[in-house]
């Protein structure tokens, strides 16, 4: 198993331009969720999906979009980038509410 | 948004010494979990701890769960360079449907062990 994949590994954009961060899981996992971790700050939630089709907000969801179309894939999508994005991007998912969370290698995203 | 504050922030250490680690919050939680981050990697799972009191050891790393469920602690002995890392605490609140699905993390503990 893969487990977490996350593409690309590293990106840089310029202001006001737009992006997918992809994330796919292959442990049949229903729970999936988006982080954004910056140094000294911890991981801070953006989204979160419970299953196919549902989806909801986390802590910093501004600037941000989510969709969960299959069980397995969970694209974030920054929408007219600005630097405050700059960050590490981490996807995860879970068996259940309050499981051990599997981690991607992250996504490390910088907006000049 | 319930709080995990952990300690010390930042912790530089020679190999073979010992060190603790702690992680408080005010608030109850029904489990709490300790990962620990590589650079330029996710956090994985150390552990998780459930009951109040528990006491769980994996190899050198010793994890508490306070007996009121709002706090815990890592300890390691006799510290090794590869125990270098972030390490991060996380709780989860399954009585609050309203804390969310996700899990709320510490800030997290940076480790340095030089040889």
């Known amino acids: 198993n893969a487990g977490v994949t996350q593409t690309p590994k590293f990106r840089i954009l310029k202001i006001g331009q737009s992006m997918t961060l992809q994330c796919a899981q292959d442990?049949?996992?229903?729970?999936m969720y988006w982080y954004r971790q910056d140094p000294g700050m911890g991981l801070k939630l953006i989204y979160y999906s419970v299953g196919a089709g549902i989806t909801d907000k986390g802590e910093v969801p501004n600037g941000y979009n989510v969709s969960r179309s299959t069980t397995e894939d969970f694209p974030l999508r920054l929408e007219l980038a600005a630097p405050s994005q700059t960050s590490v991007y981490f996807c995860?998912?879970?068996?259940?509410?309050?499981?051990?969370?599997?981690f991607g290698p992250g996504t490390r995203l910088t907006v000049t | 948004t319930q709080l995990l504050e952990q300690s010390p922030q930042f912790l530089s250490i020679q190999e073979g010494e010992n060190l603790t680690v702690y992680c408080n919050s005010s608030?109850?939680?029904?489990?709490l979990q300790w990962y620990r981050q590589e650079p330029g990697e996710g956090p994985v799972l150390l552990v998780t701890v459930v009951t109040g009191g528990e006491v769980k050891k994996l190899k050198r790393l010793t994890f508490q769960f306070g007996d009121a469920r709002k706090d815990s602690s890592l300890h390691i002995t006799a510290a090794q360079p590869g125990d270098t890392g972030l390490y991060l605490c996380a709780g989860a609140n399954l009585q609050n449907s309203n804390s969310g699905y996700a899990l709320n993390f510490g800030k997290g503990t940076s480790l340095l062990v030089t040889p």
């Open positions: 995860a998912s879970s068996y259940g509410r309050g499981y051990e969370q599997y």
């Open positions: 442990m049949n996992h229903n729970y």
């Open positions: 608030s109850v939680f029904s489990s």
